[in-house]
């Protein structure tokens, strides 16, 4: 493997360590991966600077509870499992459906594996999503007004959150950047949070798309439950309490790897 890929993949195995662990040491990483300490620290510092993770002395925890990652950084973190994900959830949109899709690089993801599809209408408040999607001439697309996040490419504020009150769609496709162990949803920005809760509201379905990482990541908005979830598409399986929670909520879960909260197959790219 070339080992600028090689680096890559250790260090976003790094970050799903970090956030499974919460807290990780300097020298047992350089265990696990079978590398020099020195190695890791300059892994570290590079996630560091991205604000992937968090240094301390001789080890490294998870990030800000207030801060999300850079955008750049997202668009490359858990890339092949985003892309898994999204493809499962595309099995689960019918032809001709109405969708909401909001802001994230694996709701952008699932915009990319929904181009295959027919007569879709789509809004979203999610410039990447309309860049991608308004390739296929066969979907009707809508964006919401709003201010536009120079950073991401993301729609917010008042004016959006109206938008999304005027329609009532099939299918809400959201993300998020944290669920705890109680099944709260999370996120960094209020603004960001308001336009979910329309999303939420304004569609018979809720969707949501996340890989592994964000079960039990802190962030300080509270958005939601899972009990406004319909199906949560991720990557691996969540942990015992949250799958308790998210059972208890009825709401059904998707993995990519080939199982679901039912037992039953459920791979991405298989046609039911």
């Known amino acids: 493997m070339d080992a600028r890929l090689d680096a890559e993949h250790r260090q976003q195995e790094i970050v799903a360590?970090?956030?499974?662990?919460?807290?990780?040491?300097?020298?047992?990483?350089?265990?696990?991966?079978?590398?020099?300490?020195?190695t890791i620290r300059r892994d570290i510092e590079h996630l560091a600077g991205q604000a992937a993770v968090r240094r301390f002395r001789g080890g490294v925890t998870v990030p800000s509870s207030v801060e999300n990652i850079a955008y750049t950084t997202r668009q490359t973190l858990?890339?092949?499992?985003?892309?898994?994900?999204?493809?499962?959830?595309?099995?689960?949109?019918?032809?001709?459906?109405?969708?909401?899709?909001?802001i994230g690089t694996t709701t952008e993801a699932v915009a990319q594996a929904l181009l295959g599809h027919k007569r879709l209408r789509v809004l979203t408040n999610n410039l990447n999503v309309a860049t991608i999607l308004h390739k296929?001439?066969?979907?009707?697309?809508?964006?919401?007004?709003?201010?536009?996040?120079?950073?991401?490419?993301?729609?917010i504020g008042e004016a959006t959150v109206e938008f999304?009150?005027?329609?009532?769609?099939?299918?809400?496709?959201?993300?998020?950047?944290?669920?705890?162990?109680?099944?709260?949803?999370?996120?960094?920005?209020?603004?960001?949070?308001?336009?979910?809760?329309?999303?939420?509201?304004?569609?018979?379905?809720?969707?949501?798309?996340?890989?592994?990482?964000?079960?039990?990541?802190?962030?300080m908005i509270r958005m939601a439950d899972v009990r406004v979830l319909d199906d949560l598409f991720t990557d691996r399986l969540p942990p015992p309490d949250l799958m308790e929670v998210l059972s208890t909520a009825d709401c059904q879960v998707h993995v990519a790897d080939g199982s679901d909260s039912n037992g039953g197959a459920e791979e991405a790219g298989e046609e039911e």
Request: no cysteine; proline share 2%; aromatic share 6%.
């Open 17 to 38: 360590l970090v956030h499974a662990k919460g807290m990780v040491q300097i020298q047992w990483l350089a265990e696990h991966f079978d590398v020099t300490p020195q």
């Open 164 to 219: 999304i009150r005027r329609y009532k769609v099939d299918i809400g496709i959201i993300g998020i950047s944290g669920i705890d162990s109680e099944g709260d949803l999370l996120d960094y920005d209020e603004q960001e949070v308001r336009v979910a809760r329309a999303i939420i509201e304004s569609s018979r379905r809720v969707f949501l798309v996340t890989d592994h990482t964000k079960f039990g990541r802190n962030a």
């Open 78 to 102: 858990m890339a092949d499992e985003k892309r898994k994900i999204a493809e499962l959830v595309a099995r689960h949109v019918p032809e001709d459906a109405s969708l909401f899709l909001n």
């Open 136 to 155: 296929n001439t066969n979907f009707a697309l809508s964006i919401a007004g709003g201010q536009v996040r120079e950073r991401d490419g993301g729609i």
